[in-house]
């Protein structure tokens, strides 16, 4: 597909980078230079150096032939005029990303009345996935498919684990509950694993389940951690105030601290249950008093990657049980591992993640699509959701009747209101959606699930 990017800020460029592994033909509309110029060379896409708003500079980019414009600079009202502006010279499909509630909360009328056929909030991204992710402390990612009827949650075994030495085959049979293991990571390497496999402390695995088979089974095995109830937010953005919205509606507890008063007016004035406080919360005494030991969770959100790294290192030394750190940088990725952080999380990496998944969605025929896709084990497998659609190769047939490429595995399958973990007997039926593991190449379709 050609795709025009107009903004090479964090979102574009992670975008441009993803998108670029995929085969896409992608033209970037910048008007920083230097910018424009570094991404340029670094990847292997077309640049031209302008203002994305401007008719002349969207001819020259080849709108009128581009399958989606996605339009992701700093500022909101831009993104909208520029898809406006896109629209009426022939875009396909456009994408605006949208910070502000005010804005983001109009997609309805953004979508009817103005063409634009989705909305990206990397704000709003994170504040999802951190909720998810309190659902299951022990978890390191949660990936959901079909309005949560499936999860994959993805987790490090301790070094001492009941699961130690213990094979996928029979801690099925222990743990008496329907789950599958998709995918372990072990010693840099990712393999989909058979019943034969054993694990052992230190694997990141990736299980597939529905959300209450997955809590009887870290129950079992001792991997889910006291309830989360009470959460300590550090840091008063946009990011802190979606968070905190979410988290109210679902029933936590929620403390706010941030150093801008005015910011504490704003946030006060758009949530009902959130205590907010005003202070510095990289200060040690402010936190002890503000009792971040009886806080079940500590997410660290300032601007800062520094500050969020050293503060959720403090929570985890208090004794918080889980500790999530946003990070807007690069810079300190290949450190955390070393210097055992619990969770972080990146707004823009997430907003580019989101619209990979769509553009996988609307680069296909006939109806057999990707519905939802999520990178998991350590980014280098993938989790999709395909609708069959009637496909003959697959409707009426046996999970193990299909001859399915190395690396591919249908995790579980959707039908109606209800999930399955299918074995090899299990028939597939009319309309019934599939979540399949890939370890290979990226899907597109069906058929490429099978052997040729």
């Known amino acids: 597909m050609k795709v025009i990017i107009v903004g090479l800020g964090r979102v574009g460029l992670t975008l441009a980078g993803e998108l670029c592994k995929e ?8 008007n920083n230079p230097t910018v424009l110029q570094e991404c340029v060379n670094k990847l292997d896409i077309q640049g031209i150096c302008g203002n994305g708003c401007i008719a002349d500079n969207l001819r020259e980019a080849g709108v009128a032939h581009c399958d989606m414009l996605v339009a992701v600079t700093r500022q909101d009202e831009n993104n909208i005029l520029c898809c406006m502006v896109a629209k009426v010279l022939g875009a396909k499909r456009l ?4 910070r502000d509630p005010e804005y983001f909360d109009q997609f309805e009328f953004m979508h009817g009345k103005l063409g634009i056929d989705k909305l990206v909030n990397p704000e709003e991204s994170v504040s999802h996935e951190i ?29 001492e684990s009941k699961l130690e030495g213990v094979t996928l085959a029979d801690m099925r049979k222990k743990s008496k509950v329907n789950v599958l293991v998709v995918a372990v990571e072990r010693e840099g390497k990712i393999l989909i694993p058979d019943g034969n496999t054993a694990l052992t402390g230190g694997d990141s695995i990736s299980i597939c389940a529905k959300h209450a088979e997955l809590r009887t089974f870290f129950r079992t095995f001792g991997l889910l951690k ?11 953005g946009r990011e802190a105030f979606y968070l905190a919205r979410e988290l109210e509606d679902s029933g936590f507890s929620v403390k706010i601290i941030t150093n801008s008063y005015d910011r504490c007016l704003e946030i006060k004035g758009g949530l009902d249950k959130t205590q907010v406080v005003c202070g510095d919360y990289t200060d040690r005494d402010v936190l002890e008093n503000e009792g971040i030991e009886g806080a079940d969770a500590v997410v660290c959100m300032s601007p800062y990657d520094e500050n969020n790294i050293v503060t959720a290192l403090f929570a985890k030394e208090k004794g918080v049980a889980k500790t999530i750190s946003v990070l807007h940088g690069d810079s300190y990725r290949g450190l955390l591992e070393s210097i055992r952080l619990d969770t972080a999380i990146s707004p823009y990496t997430l907003a580019a993640a989101e619209l990979a998944r769509y553009l996988r969605a609307v680069d296909v025929s006939d109806g057999r699509q990707v519905k939802a896709m999520y990178k998991i084990a350590g980014e280098r497998a993938e989790g999709l959701l395909f609708g069959i659609a009637g496909d003959d190769r697959f409707v009426g047939k046996s999970v193990k009747e299909l001859r399915l490429r190395k690396g591919i595995l249908i995790a579980a399958v959707v039908r109606g209101k209800t999930a399955y973990i299918p074995d090899g007997s299990f028939t597939l039926e009319e309309n019934d959606d599939l979540v399949v ?8 379709e069906l058929g490429e699930m099978l052997q040729s």
């Open 437 to 444: 593991i890939s370890t290979g190449d990226q899907l597109y």
């Open 23 to 30: 085969g896409h033909d992608i033209v970037a509309v910048e």
């Open 226 to 236: 006291h309830k989360i109830q009470a959460v300590m937010i550090l840091g008063g």
């Open 95 to 98: 994408v605006a990303r949208v």
């Open 131 to 159: 909720l998810r992710i309190l659902r299951f402390p022990a978890a390191v990612k949660v990936s959901s498919f079909s309005g949560g009827k499936v999860d994959i949650v993805e987790i490090k075994l301790p070094q």
